[in-house]
Nanobody
Framework: QVQLVESGGGLVQPGGSLRLSCVDS????????MGWFRRAPGKEREFVAA????????YYDDSVKGRFTIFRDNAKNTVYLQMNSLKPEDTAVYYC????????????????WGQGTQVTVSS
């Protein structure tokens, strides 16, 4: 069984930075692709970024490319999302998810989900 717990959300001003963390309590972390998704108020959950099991491949939505970076530490069973140059439109609940597919970027490819952490970008 995989349990995912996110942390690191909060309130930040436009242009600021936050780093989200997600700890995976399962024993198969190194076999999983990991992803970050978000759901803004009144919108559907959407893909943000993903990383393959080794960390050698990363995928980003165009809206965050160049501002967000996903990376993982397999020794700590943890995946991170470094968010820079934050904008008000980045305000959302951010979810960590895991997949046993090699290059998972679609929500339906993910099996396990965390509870989410709120990110609010506002002055």
């Amino acid at each position: 069984q995989v349990q995912l717990v996110e942390s690191g959300g909060g309130l930040v001003q436009p242009g600021g930075s936050l780093r989200l963390s997600c700890v995976d309590s399962g024993r198969t972390f190194t076999a999983e692709s990991m992803g970050w998704f978000r759901r803004a108020p009144g919108k559907e959950r959407e893909f943000v970024a993903a990383i393959n099991w080794s960390g050698g491949s990363e995928y980003y939505d165009d809206s965050v490319k160049g501002r967000f970076t996903i990376f993982r530490d397999n020794a700590k069973n943890t995946v991170y999302l470094q968010m820079n140059s934050l904008k008000p439109e980045d305000t959302a609940v951010y979810y960590c998810a895991s997949s046993f597919k090699a290059e998972a970027t679609h929500i339906k490819e993910y099996t396990y989900w965390g509870q989410g952490t709120q990110v609010t970008v506002s002055s």
